[in-house]
């Protein structure tokens, strides 16, 4: 009886929310680094689902930086980042494009049909969803910065009750791929969809403080004083440089969450307290 009755108080409380949600996006950022223990996929999945189910409309973007970097080495290429960014060249290009579209991508929306739910697989080079510029050229290669986004193909998915799975490849106006860092995608879609939250999955509790403590709730402000001193550095820069664009283009809230603990993205959703570190607008 006592075990029914606090089913019964959590499924209450999320009432709240559930209310206030309805209708409403979120973009999803499910970071490389949470699938590399290989135990987070099927819960986000179970997530995913429930959240379609109860009229949530979940936008998610994936990475899978540790994946590339995996492919490569068995390929005998050497991997290099820049402030988080992978140097990418030609040859790169190929194999993040086969990993991101041919690999992770399938993963994911295999895993959400298993589990019950409806979802499409695309590319930023599909339906001219992400058109990009390569960001500088020479130094970091294909990698690219987004310069527009045409939602049209996400509205037109949503429609018909799809979960849409985006993998970070966009394509500038050549017709060349482009390796955009999955934090300014899931950024860049937030911001166009107008979402009501951007949540960022990842495999650290939040974003830390130099004594390695949680910092649970961050104004933008204090996030660009962790970059300048570099208390933000690595995979946390593009992050936060996203979060920073999302809630100036007026997405409600931004979340960093740890995606290793299961079903973290229901407790930051549907519990009073939340997870991980919230940034909102001063
Ligand atoms: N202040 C910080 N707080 C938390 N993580 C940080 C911070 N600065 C740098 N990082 C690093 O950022 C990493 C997350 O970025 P990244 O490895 O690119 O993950 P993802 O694949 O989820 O995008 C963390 O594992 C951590 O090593
Ligand atoms: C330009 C750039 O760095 N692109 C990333 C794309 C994948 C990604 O962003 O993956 P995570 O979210 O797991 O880090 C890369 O090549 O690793």
Redesign the pocket.
Known sequence: MEVNQEKARVLIEALPYIRTFSGKTFVIKY????RAGGVSDSSFADDLVLLSHIGIRPVVVH?G??EISGWLSKLGISSVFSD?RRITDDETMEVVEMVLSGKVNRDLVTLVQKRGGRAVGIAGRDAGLLIGERISEGELGAVGRVISVNTEILDLLDRHRYTTIVAPVGVDRDGQPLNIN??EVASELAGALKAEKLIM????P????SGKNLLTSLSPEQVKK?MIDK??????VP?MQGCLKAIEAGVGKVHVID?RVPHALLLEIFTPEGVGTEITRE
């Open positions: 970071g490389g680094s949470t990475g930086g540790p988080g999955a934090d999955m990842t495999d650290t939040g974003v830390l403080d962790l208390t933000i550095h690595g995979g946390m992050k995606g």
